[in-house]
């Protein structure tokens, strides 16, 4: 059994997610001089199989990460961007 949340970051540094569930996660994202915050709930199957893939690491370019590297990273995110909502 899989304990959540899981925490995953893009190898390019700018998108980060935290995993509540095997259909649910957040994504901070770094774009320019903005950020965006986005809570998915998956519905459809791509949705489902993209967190599936998160979890596992099975797609190249995800990153285990740490709780703390996580909650700094969206610290450091709100302080030093502005929100933009998609």
């Known amino acids: ?12 540094n700018k998108t980060y997610y935290k995993i509540d569930s095997e259909k649910s996660f957040i994504e901070v994202k770094i774009m320019g001089k903005y950020y ?3 809570s ?3 519905s459809q199957f ?6 599936k893939d998160m979890i596992n690491l099975e797609m190249g370019g995800f990153i ?3 709780k703390k590297e996580f909650e700094d990273f969206f610290e450091n995110v709100k302080s ?4 933009r909502k998609w």
């Open 40 to 42: 998915i709930e998956a």
């Open 1 to 12: 059994m899989i304990e959540f949340p899981i925490y995953r970051k893009l190898s390019d």
């Open 64 to 66: 285990s990460i740490s």
């Open 80 to 83: 030093e961007f502005e929100l």
């Open 46 to 51: 791509p949705e489902i199989i993209l967190i």
């Open 36 to 38: 965006f915050s986005n």
